[in-house]
Structures are given as structure tokens and as C-alpha cells.
Nanobody
Framework: QVQLVESGGGLVQVGDSLRVSCVAS????????MGWFRQAPGKEREFVAA????????YYRDSVKGRFTISRDNAKNTVYLQMNSLEPEDTGVYSC?????????????????WGQGTQVTVSS
């Protein structure tokens, strides 16, 4: 079983950049597909980005395409979410999640393992 710990959240201004990280403990990190999800106050949790354990593809929700980049470093058991040109609508608790399956990679129901989340607040 994998345990996930996020870090790197904070309060930033519109247009700023921020990188959040998620470190996994437990065996075989490279066999997990990893996703980032976020939840804004009063809203449902939504998919942000994902990177499968196999292949070179990455997946993003439409509103972050071109601004966010997900990447992973299997040697460090870490997945990153680089966020550029941040907007107030990006505010929320960002959580990473892990699954052994590759698809459906955008569905939170596919992920059995979750971190506690890190708060990202974008101020206008």
C-alpha cells in the first residue's frame, strides 16, 4: 500500500507560478499511475492532471492545458504539478492520488490511494 504526502501549496498572486509535490512511500512507485485533483470551497473535487505508469502520455482538464505540467521522478518517488499563470479559479485543496490501473485515469473513482492535500490560494 502506498502513502502519499503533498507539499508546496501556498498563497500566490494572479499570474504567479507554483509547484506542488507529492512524495510516495511504499514499494513500486513506478507501477502507479498518479493523478492530481483539486477541490474548491463549496464545490466537488475535480480532476486536474494525470500521468500513467506506462507510456509517455499526460492528461489535463481543459482549463489548465498549456498552464499546468505534471511530471514524475520515479527515482525520488515523487510526482509534481507545475502551475503557471495561476488564476483565482485555480484556488483549492490539491490532492494527489495513486492507482495501479492506467485507465480511466481522469476518474477519481479509479484511485484508491489519496494524500491529505495542500492548499493553493490564488489572490486577485
Amino acid at each position: 500500500q502506498v502513502q502519499l504526502v503533498e507539499s508546496g501549496g501556498g498563497l500566490v498572486q494572479v499570474g504567479d507560478s507554483l509547484r506542488v509535490s507529492c512524495v510516495a512511500s511504499g514499494p513500486a512507485f513506478k507501477t502507479y499511475s498518479m493523478g492530481w485533483f483539486r477541490q474548491a470551497p463549496g464545490k466537488e473535487r475535480e480532476f486536474v492532471a494525470a500521468i500513467p505508469w506506462i507510456g509517455d502520455g499526460t492528461y489535463y482538464r481543459d482549463s489548465v492545458k498549456g498552464r499546468f505540467t505534471i511530471s514524475r521522478d520515479n527515482a525520488k518517488n515523487t510526482v509534481y504539478l507545475q502551475m503557471n499563470s495561476l488564476e483565482p479559479e485555480d484556488t483549492g485543496v490539491y490532492s494527489c492520488a495513486a492507482t495501479h490501473t492506467a485507465f480511466p485515469i481522469t476518474s477519481q473513482n479509479n484511485y484508491p490511494y489519496w494524500g491529505q492535500g495542500t492548499q493553493v490560494t490564488v489572490s486577485s
